[in-house]
Each structure stands twice: as structure tokens, then as C-alpha cells.
């Protein structure tokens, strides 16, 4: 047995919740008029500090625990959900969820197998990899240290977040698998100020590590430093052009443009519904010939990998665009088995109260043949857009908007003065078609990506090397 199932259920299965129970359960909601139905079981455990002006404004820690029962039939789907994890909570749940979905017909349960995703972080609690002493100490070091790289800074925010998610899932597919899944966050915030004017920098990054791990080294030191400068940048930020111009992407961060106005255009749930700008187009051209994303769940230790999704499947590495033609969809099981195709292990959940659905994990763009000098240069006049701080995204049509925190003016191949108020509209099936140019220098942000997507937030993770965009729409103040 695996060491996460093992834990798994050390935490779930005791009382009169055993195995049997299990059984017995999913064999009550294979009853006449469902087709399949599942159980996920999970227990998190969360703590977060927050520090504002060198004070502890903020310290929480948080357990929850609960099941979550589907019974699906058909298209539809009845769902219930207990926090009280015993077999008569179980067989409530399940005839809810039963009585929502009746409507197919009689199939009888597989036998469980054990399964046993990829090992891509550890399964253990970060929480306690650091005492709270050292917590605290390491906010006011941040602070103070923050504080002494410029007098213009006034105000400095830190703060750091911990949990440990174990999950187990039952299916009628005969599925039973389990994963222990840590989450580390640190971050920074800091506001300058200067001749009368105030503007202010983030930076922040984790990934599922323990605390002691991820903060090894410079790394709290370097997010500091990073925030001090964006806030610097932005003092002496001009106002924005306006208008239909080549905009450069920088590496990393700016791929969350890239998750927000195509990625989720890719998601199995919109194309089954016939509702993205790809439906249907699988195998047409829909990019530039330079143009190749993945989504991939399996990159060690990132914020949005998975040993296994919320319904079990091993995560993978899914091509969903190669060569600028579309390959294909991210699946749950649900949406892969109504268009015949197999979970791409994309089914992810907030939580036990949550239905799970298609999602991406880490979704990148991979590199390719020009040094961002190269590209810098090729550009005579127009935007580099280094950070972004949030944008809106129409699935239906792909149009998206996007507020950049940290863009400079590139004039005559050259960066020269940075602006603010530099908002980016366009279609993201448009703007695939426009990329004239990508990098050889691929990075991946830094661990701060959260997806939201029917009021369920999940962490993501995004990538891309820098990318020059032909005649994209800037929005400006000037």
C-alpha cells in the first residue's frame, strides 16, 4: 500500500466507516436509474499569518472535513454532501444524491483497486515544518528588511499560508486512491511613495513544500526585493499610449493571460456544450505554426500539479495545442465519457462540497527559436508587458480584458520609460493567430496562480517565454 493511501485511511476509516461501508454505499447508489457514482472523501488543515506594519494583524488555523457523494446518470447529476464522515451520514448523502440523477439505468459496482498516482511533492504536513516563532520572526524580518532598501517605501504587508489536503476517492469504475497534498504561500506587498504620489508592488510565490523547503536560501528575501522594485517602477510610470499596437509578453507571470483567454476556451465541459471558441475545431489550425501548449499536472512540487485528480485519474501531460493546430480538450469523467474520449485527469474540485469539473493544473506555452533581445529589438514601437494584476475573459467568444501592474514603452527596439494604466483587450483565438515571435526563455510563475470558475477557486499554475504579439488593442491613459 501506498503511503498516502495509508494515511488516507488512518484518517477516514475508522468508527463504523470501513471498507464494507464503502461498498456498501456505492452499491446504494448504483440502484435502478444510475449509471455510476463516486465518494470523495477529505480532511484539510490550514493555517495563514498576516502582517501589516510590522503588527500580527492576522492569525488563523482551520480544519475541515466531510464527504461529498455524486451519482450521475446521463447528463445529470445529484450531489450531496455530510462534514460528519459516518455510515448513516454516507447513506443519506448517498440517497439524495441517488433521487437527484435517477434516470439511467442498472449497472452493477466494480471491485475497488488500489491505485497510486505520481509522487510529485512530499506527504507531509507543511504547518509544522516551522514553529510559529519562526513564522512571525521571518514576517518581521521581511518587514524591516523591506523597509531598508528605500526610503520611499511607507507601508510593507507580508504574510505566509500553510495546508495539508487528504483526500480518498471510492468510484463505481472500481477507482480507489488517495493523496496528501501540502500548499506553502509566501508574499509581499509594498507601498511607495513619492512627490505626493503613492503606487504599489507584489511579489510572492510557493508551491506544495514544506515551509522550511521552499524558503531555503534568498527566496523571502528576493520576493522583498522584487516587491520594492515593482512599487519603485510604478513611481516613475508615465501614463499609458492607447491604441492598436505589437505587444511584447514577458516571460512567466504573463502566461495567466494565456490561462485565462485560452486555456479555459479548452476546458472538455464548455466544448461538450458547444459554448467555447474552439468547439469543434480539433485538428483545424488555431494558432501560429510557433505555437505549443501543454497542460500539465506532473511538474514536481508546482502549485498546480496532482498526483491524482479529484476523481482519482493520475494526473498527465496533455498537448492541447502543437504546432499551432488543436490536438484536443482537458477532461473530467464526465465530460470525456459523453464524447467518448478517456480523462485527460483534469477533474478537479474546490472541495468535498464541490462537484468536481474540468480544470487545468499548470498551463504553459513552450518555447521557442528568439532570444527576448531578439525580439526587444524587432519591435520599432510598442508595449512590454512584464506583470498583469487581473483581467476578464468571455468563454463563448474568447474577447478578454487585462490590466497590466508593470509595462515599459518600447520605442526604436529599446525599453524606455514604464507606464501605467496599460490595458490589453483582444480574443484570445485571435491573438494565437497574431504571435509572430516566441522565446527560447520559458519560466513558470512563482506560485501564486488561483483559478476560479462557477465559484469554486482552485491553485494553478501558468508559463510562457516571451512572446511579441502583433497588433494587439491597448488600452491606455495617455
Known amino acids: 500500500m501506498n503511503h498516502a493511501l495509508a494515511v488516507a485511511e488512518q484518517k477516514f476509516l475508522s468508527g463504523d466507516v470501513n471498507p464494507s461501508t464503502i461498498e456498501r454505499t456505492l452499491n446504494a447508489l448504483l440502484r435502478p436509474g444510475v449509471d455510476s457514482a463516486d465518494l470523495y472523501f477529505q480532511h484539510s488543515r490550514a493555517e495563514s499569518w498576516a502582517l501589516d506594519d510590522g503588527i500580527v494583524k492576522d492569525g488563523t488555523h482551520h480544519i475541515e472535513q466531510g464527504v461529498g457523494v455524486r451519482a450521475v446518470a446521463g447528463e445529470k447529476v445529484g450531489f450531496a454532501y455530510s462534514d460528519e464522515i459516518d455510515s448513516g451520514s454516507l447513506l443519506e448523502a448517498a440517497g439524495s444524491a441517488r433521487a437527484i440523477a435517477r434516470g439511467g439505468h442498472a449497472v452493477a459496482a466494480h471491485a475497488v483497486t488500489p491505485m497510486r498516482g505520481r509522487d510529485l511533492y512530499p506527504a507531509q504536513d507543511p504547518i509544522d515544518s516551522l514553529d510559529s516563532e519562526s513564522k512571525v520572526r521571518l514576517l518581521k524580518e521581511i518587514d524591516a528588511y523591506a523597509r531598508s532598501l528605500d526610503p520611499r517605501v511607507q507601508q510593507v504587508m507580508v504574510g505566509l499560508s500553510a495546508e495539508i489536503d487528504t483526500v480518498l476517492i471510492a468510484q463505481t469504475d472500481g477507482t480507489y486512491a488517495a493523496d496528501v497534498r501540502p500548499l506553502v504561500q509566501f508574499r509581499v506587498q509594498v507601498i511607495a511613495s513619492a512627490n505626493g504620489r503613492r503606487e504599489s508592488g507584489f511579489s510572492g510565490g510557493g508551491g506544495r513544500l514544506a515551509f522550511d523547503t521552499w524558503l531555503g536560501g534568498d527566496k523571502a528575501r528576493w520576493h522583498a526585493r522584487e516587491a520594492v522594485r515593482q512599487a519603485l517602477v510604478n513611481l516613475e510610470s508615465v501614463p499609458a499610449p492607447a491604441g492598436s499596437m505589437t505587444v511584447v509578453l514577458g516571460a512567466g507571470w504573463p502566461g495567466i493571460l494565456l490561462h485565462e483567454a485560452i486555456g479555459h476556451g479548452l476546458e472538455g465541459d464548455f466544448n461538450r456544450k ?16 510557433s505555437i505549443t501548449v501543454v497542460d500539465d499536472g506532473t511538474l514536481p512540487g508546482r502549485r498546480g500539479s496532482l498526483s491524482i485528480d479529484d476523481e482519482g485519474t493520475p494526473s498527465q501531460c496533455t498537448t492541447l495545442i502543437e504546432d499551432g493546430v488543436l490536438k484536443g480538450y482537458l477532461f473530467d469523467k464526465l465530460n470525456a465519457r459523453l464524447m467518448g474520449v478517456a480523462s485527460t485527469g483534469n477533474g478537479r474540485r474546490e472541495s468535498f462540497s464541490h462537484l468536481p469539473m474540468p480544470r487545468m493544473t499548470n498551463t504553459y506555452m513552450k518555447p521557442g527559436p ?13 508595449l512590454y508587458a512584464v506583470n498583469f494584476a487581473g483581467g476578464q475573459v468571455d468563454i463563448t467568444s474568447g474577447k478578454f480584458v487585462f490590466s497590466a501592474s508593470e509595462a515599459y514603452l518600447i520605442e526604436d527596439g529599446k525599453i524606455t520609460a514604464p507606464v501605467k494604466g496599460a490595458t490589453l483587450i483582444g480574443s484570445g483565438p485571435e491573438v494565437l493567430t497574431r504571435v509572430s515571435m516566441v522565446g527560447v526563455d520559458l519560466e513558470f510563475d512563482h506560485g501564486v496562480g488561483v483559478c476560479g470558475k462557477e465559484g469554486q477557486s482552485v491553485p494553478v499554475g501558468v508559463g510562457q517565454p516571451t512572446l511579441r504579439i502583433d497588433g494587439l488593442t491597448v488600452g491606455g491613459t495617455a
Not at 274 to 281: K, Y
Not at 373 to 382: F, N, Q
Open 370 to 382: 528568439h532570444q527576448r533581445e531578439e525580439i526587444i529589438r524587432s519591435v520599432k514601437r510598442g
Open 274 to 289: 458547444g459554448t467555447s471558441a474552439f468547439s469543434g475545431r480539433v485538428g483545424e489550425v488555431v494558432a501560429s505554426k
